[in-house]
Nanobody
Framework: QVQLVESGGGLVQAGGSLRLSCAAS????????MGWFRQAPGKEREFVAA????????LYADSVKGRFTISRDNAKNTVYLQMDSLKPDDTAVYYC????????????WGQGTQVTVSS
């Protein structure tokens, strides 16, 4: 099965940018439909963005549309989340996740990376 490891989180001022990476090992990333999720303190985990196997189809939560961009490089076994125009409400632990199909639960999750946006 695939193992996922996120990186790239940190502290940034409002209006700034960060790029998160999710590196896959154990299996080829191209086998998986990938997503990014986030969980803020005291809140439920929520969907952020998803990308299909080839990278030519993406989906975003309304709250991040136009500010975040999901992409993948299957040759590098890595999925990215470019986050621009960050807001304090974007503060959360960000997780990448993978699944074999286009629908259904995500069985595979990374450990998460903290993103903190200061006002």
């Amino acid at each position: 099965q695939v193992q996922l490891v996120e990186s790239g989180g940190g502290l940034v001022q409002a209006g700034g940018s960060l790029r998160l990476s999710c590196a896959a090992s154990g299996r080829t990333l191209s086998e998986y439909f990938m997503g990014w999720f986030r969980q803020a303190p005291g809140k439920e985990r929520e969907f952020v963005a998803a990308i299909n196997w080839s990278g030519d189809s993406t989906l975003y939560a309304d709250s991040v549309k136009g500010r975040f961009t999901i992409s993948r490089d299957n040759a590098k076994n890595t999925v990215y989340l470019q986050m621009d125009s960050l807001k304090p409400d974007d503060t959360a632990v960000y997780y990448c996740a993978g699944r074999g199909g286009a629908v259904g639960v995500y069985p595979y999750w990374g450990q998460g990376t903290q993103v903190t946006v200061s006002s």
